[in-house]
């Protein structure tokens, strides 16, 4: 958790060297989120931090996650619909997070016209494929 909320305060806070010294003010830092996390094997931990690009109007398919996922929007914002919750949309500088094996129903981009980028950390304790496709024969639940 600790590595995963470093690498995305990181990404939001690194500025490029050049301009760096010319700054004397001290590092800005603020908190994006803070979630329990559900219990977990502390020796089997992994984390996988990926970063997903959604081309304008693009979206995923219905899936699910096995492993408790922390998201963090750098740029644009995206449409999230978890099972029997209403959609929400997350804009850049905004966190989400998703408990072990929701279904994830809406996952798109918000715009039509604009990129949307955003980071993805998942906190696994067994070997596991990081998506899972939702079967299409089965319908969802709360829909």
């Excluded at 990404?11 to 830092?29: H, L």
């Excluded at 996650?65 to 978890?82: Q, T």
């Excluded at 994830?104 to 998506?131: I, Q, W, Y």
Aim: hydrophobic share 40%; net charge negative; charged share 20%.
């Amino acid at each position: 958790m600790v590595i995963c909320a470093t690498l995305m305060v990181w990404k939001v806070t690194t500025v490029p060297a050049a301009e760096a010294s010319k700054q004397d003010a001290p590092v800005q830092t603020r908190a994006v989120a803070k979630q329990a996390l559900p219990r977990l094997d502390g020796n089997h931990l992994e984390m996988e931090l990926l970063e997903v690009t959604y081309q304008p109007g693009q979206s995923s398919k219905p899936h699910s996650h096995p492993c408790a996922v922390i998201g963090y929007v750098v740029e644009g914002a995206v449409r999230m619909r978890l099972q029997g919750k209403a959609e929400t949309v997350y804009r850049a500088g905004e966190s989400f997070y998703e408990s072990p094996n929701e279904i994830h129903l809406v996952s798109a981009n918000a715009s039509k016209t604009e990129p949307a980028r955003f980071l993805v950390c998942f906190l696994c304790d067994h070997e596991t494929p990081l998506s899972v496709p939702v079967p299409t024969s089965q319908p969802a639940k709360g829909e």
